[in-house]
Nanobody
Framework: QVQLVESGGGLVQAGGSLRLSCAAS????????MGWFRQAPGKEREFVAA????????LYADSVKGRFAISRDNAKNTLYLQMNSLKPEDTAVYYC?????????????????WGQGTQVTASS
């Protein structure tokens, strides 16, 4: 049974930092492409970043380039998202997702498994 569990969300002031983690129980973790998405109230789920296990990437949304960094520890079956210089517009529920392919894509429907999400709030 596949399980993705996010943690590390919280409330920070604008300009602050948070590190999200996603613990995966998902077969051979290292063969999955992993991604982070977010969804703000009243908005569609949007791509944040993705990382494959072999070559290429990582891939970032333009809105987070230079501020966020995605990484993974295949030995720990864990995905991370380091978020720096947070802005109020980064406020959303952040989701971890897994894709059974090495191809990096930004489309939510291309991902096969999802976590429950963790709330991130950056106050102005």
């Amino acid at each position: 049974q596949v399980q993705l569990v996010e943690s590390g969300g919280g409330l920070v002031q604008a300009g602050g930092s948070l590190r999200l983690s996603c613990a995966a129980s998902i077969g051979t973790f290292k063969t999955y492409t992993m991604g982070w998405f977010r969804q703000a109230p009243g908005k569609e789920r949007e791509f944040v970043a993705a990382i494959s296990w072999i070559g290429g990437g990582p891939l970032y949304a333009d809105s987070v380039k230079g501020r966020f960094a995605i990484s993974r520890d295949n030995a720990k079956n864990t995905l991370y998202l380091q978020m720096n210089s947070l802005k109020p517009e980064d406020t959303a529920v952040y989701y971890c997702a897994a894709r059974r392919s090495i191809q990096l894509v930004a489309t939510p429907s291309a991902y096969d498994y999802w976590g429950q999400g963790t709330q991130v709030t950056a106050s102005s």
